[in-house]
């Protein structure tokens, strides 16, 4: 069993004890309003109503050619391949003690408009701000990553995506660990035919603690090729 998740094991114990520090992963209240701000904004800095984001989405459709929002599903398998201490960007951990784990993974899938394809992922979790299931030593935590999904081909298309969920460590399967989500395509981080699409979806991968198999899952929807101007991207994976 890999080293890191020996440590989730302990931590899991040391939970069940009672040493988790209630409510001490807050978010400054101010944090959350910006983060809405944000989310509320028009894509334009000079769009702020619903009309001229209308009036801007249809002007940048004539400009290329989209393609019409289809069903998005993948599967795959893979291995984990490496947990380390800290966050897997390298940016200063924002657990409410300063303890992030890393998780990394890389294997193969099958997906709707790439076909079969290489995968990596990389996941950090908070470590410091995790919940017992109720399941004497079960944990969640919470965690974000970034996947990469490239295809077969000469050209090469990669597919990236950011995703947010709970990590998990199952009590009643061995302590195996699964992450679940909602991911949100990333056209910064796509390249080829991908570097324009947009889409968001569920999905899930799932670890055995015995030797870190994993398998991944996913569905939503995808627009290969839309309007949406290109942001910029804040992970890689």
């Not at 391949?81 to 303890?99: E, F, H, K, M, Q």
């Not at 939503?220 to 991207?233: H, K, M, W, Y």
Request: glycine share 10%; hydrophobic share 35%; aromatic share 6%.
């Amino acid at each position: 069993m890999r080293g890191s998740l020996k440590a989730s094991i302990v931590l899991g114990c040391s939970l069940a004890a009672g040493a988790i520090h209630a409510f001490a992963g807050n978010t400054d209240p101010a944090i959350v309003r910006k983060a809405f701000e944000r989310a509320t904004r028009s894509i334009t800095s000079n769009a702020d109503n619903s009309a001229s984001f209308e009036q801007f989405r249809q002007s940048n459709a004539a400009s290329v050619k989209l393609s019409p929002l289809a069903a998005f599903s993948m599967q795959g398998t893979g291995t984990l391949i490496s947990t380390t201490d800290g966050t897997c960007s390298g940016a200063v951990c924002s657990a409410s003690l300063g303890d992030c784990e890393c998780a990394k993974y890389q294997g193969t899938l099958n997906a709707t408009s790439i076909g079969k394809a290489s995968w990596t992922a990389s996941v950090t979790l908070n470590a410091d701000d995790c919940t017992n299931t109720g399941t004497p030593s079960g944990i969640c935590c919470f965690g974000d990553g970034v996947l990469g999904a490239t295809d077969n081909t000469k050209a090469a298309n990669t597919l990236s995506m950011s995703f947010t969920g709970p990590v998990c460590f199952d009590p009643n399967a061995s302590m195996d660990m699964s992450v679940s989500g909602t991911f949100i395509i990333l056209p910064a981080g796509s390249t080829g035919k991908f570097a324009l699409s947009t889409g968001t979806g569920q999905i899930n991968v799932f670890s055995l603690a015995t030797d870190g198999t994993s398998y991944l899952a996913g569905d939503g929807l995808i627009q290969v090729v839309s309007p949406l101007p290109t942001p910029t991207a804040t992970a890689t994976p």
